[in-house]
């Protein structure tokens, strides 16, 4: 079915930050213009995010809403929220921290998160948000390759997931942690060291290219990647609030993502507290009703969500919708994985406005295309380049680029150079650089381009799985199952699904002496869970004999999808052993 | 049905989904996302899989009424006819 255009009328393309004249007109140095940089020069998220606010004399204005599960209420204003970040620092500063420290976080949406972000990033300290969802070997993994010297978690978190291998990482110099103190002889406590701390720390003047946030992404092959952001990353993501999802000082605004993931972060925290809004942050995971509350309740005038949880609603129908007052609504927008031409009409119906897709990724750390609030929507389409931003797709073959035609599958491809892109795969150079070719970043994303200038999602080019929004690498997946000992080898597809977009599906050969059964099955999906936690574990288990690889034994994973899905085999020339 | 049987049920779907969790692992007020750390994909499961073998259909807007384990037999037990 073809989806019909939305038009945008005149009203509300006038009242968009983003206009066709702004478009015509941008260059980053208006971007930076945004901002004010740190007294005396050098540059710092958190001062833009918080200080700078506080000194304009917009202290009193709520920074967080903090919306806790059991039902507690807490707002947190400009001022108090750089208070936390500064005593946070001094915490930091007090075990003898200097800037350049690598600081985890692993925990759930607390207000103490957004503090130690904000005190990280002022003390010139390097943050890491990791999901609370991951089970142990993610984790660790992760705080292995970023060198971590810091975590702030929880007690319960520790102890279930940290605890067990904290003594093998040598770097790890201080656990800082919330809860019931039973950890209380090898870890600090957060709260009470935050009381004791002083409120107030002179931000460490860090330039535009010192490192602030390493954020962690799956590759297909090898371990996970630390993408590198810098502090002058703040600049796309003034731009871009202010752009792609029509920021305006004052706005009530939710981000529903977890911190523990870019979006969280880069939107969660940093883009919506430069652009001066009121988050709100919902401890609570996705609940419809109380979702539907909170949107209605809190007033939320900008909205940033996820396809998973857009479908979610869908699956509860319009009617679960109808005694609730949206009219606050003015924007709302929706990235993570392409949202369906029906999500996007359903916004529409149901909000009186349509789901602006965008896209970007972990080493964009910003958004790089998008549906504007000033723009016609084209469902399912990602939209176009934001102001200061080259994308194209991309043929490239034998180490030349080609520009595709327009309706011509490529990969989707950006010239480098904006203020956001990564600086580096933490020690991983070659990785890096095969990022860039010809003159391109490489997105690994197929997409095509329409007549009318429209980008168009089609494929990952590579083997990672989308699932629930997330990438997941199916390397982290099989190492994680092969350490069990009944299997022998172990291929991972993303098999395709009506809420998550993708789930994952292991195809596992079993070593000698053990059988397949459904006892088996259950007991590695079990074992799976625990160390990759279920958002990453595989949801089915298959067995077979043997796994398709090629002559030089790489196990064909392309191959078990296409069979899986039924669609043509492909050039299969390489086969050597075939399944079993 | 009796409580009893239901509990059963719900156990035995919970810890097909996540076998992860061992039924003595499950208290009766343990929250099945946040304290069991169920995903949301692992939620909607549980639900298909109770649809499927209770014949009770539980509404999106049911679900925070099965939370906890107490509150899903409680929930349950009006709905089975």
Known sequence: MKWPIIRKDDATRAAANLTQTVRAEFGWDDARKLLDGLPGGGLNIAHEAVDRHVAAGHGDQIAIRWLGKDGDRRDITYAALAADAARFANVLAEHGLQPGARVFALMGRVPELYAAALGTLKAGMTFTPLFAAFGPEPIRSRMEIGEGNVLVTTDALYRKKVAPWRDELASLKLVLTLGDG???????????????????????????????????????????????????????????????????????YWCTADPG??????????????????????????DLERWYAILQDEGVQVWYTAPTAIRMLMRAGKDAAKNYDFSKLRFIASVGEPLNPEGVVWGQDVFGTPFH????????GGIMIANTADMDIYPGSMGKPLPGIEAGIVSVQDGTVRECKPGEIGELALRPGWPSMMRAYLNEQARFDKCFVGGWYLSGDLALQDKDGYF???????????????????????????????????????????????????????????????????????????????????????????????????????LLKARELGLPEGDISTLEADEK | MTDADIRKAILEELTQIAPDIAPSDVGDGDHLQDDLELDSMDFLNLVSALHKRLGVDIPETDYPKIATLALAVAYLKTRIG
Not at chain 1, 208 to 226: C, N, Q, R, V, Y
Not at chain 1, 236 to 250: E, I, M, Q, V, W
Not at chain 1, 274 to 285: D, G, K, P
Not at chain 1, 357 to 364: F, G, I, L, R, V
């Open chain 1, 182 to 252: 039973a950890v209380a002889d090898t870890c600090v406590a957060l709260r009470p060291a935050m009381a004791r701390a002083a409120d107030s720390f002179d931000t460490v003047r860090t330039t535009a290219e010192d490192m602030a946030l390493i954020h962690f992404t799956s590759g297909t092959t090898g371990k996970p990647k630390g993408a590198v952001h810098v502090h002058g990353a703040v600049v796309a993501h003034a731009a871009t609030g202010r752009f792609a999802l029509d920021l305006k000082p004052g706005d009530i």
């Open chain 1, 261 to 286: 993931w870019v979006t969280g972060t880069s939107y969660g925290i940093i883009a919506p507290l430069v652009n001066r809004v009121t988050m709100i942050v919902n401890e609570a995971e996705f």
């Open chain 1, 357 to 364: 897709d965008n896209w970007w990724q972990t080493e964009t």
């Open chain 1, 456 to 558: 168009w999602f089609v494929g990952r080019a590579d083997d990672l799985i989308k699932s629930s929004g997330h990438l997941i690498g199916p390397f982290e997946v099989e190492s994680a199952l092969i350490e069990h000992e009944a299997i022998a080898e172990a291929a991972i597809i993303g098999i395709p699904d009506d809420t998550a977009g993708e789930v994952v599906k292991a195809y596992v050969a079993l070593n000698p002496g053990f059988e397949p059964s459904e006892t088996l099955e259950r007991e590695i999906r079990g074992f799976a869970r625990k160390r990759l936690g279920a958002a990453v574990a595989p949801r089915e288990i298959v067995f077979r004999k043997e796994l398709p690889k090629t002559r030089s034994g790489k196990i064909m994973r392309r």
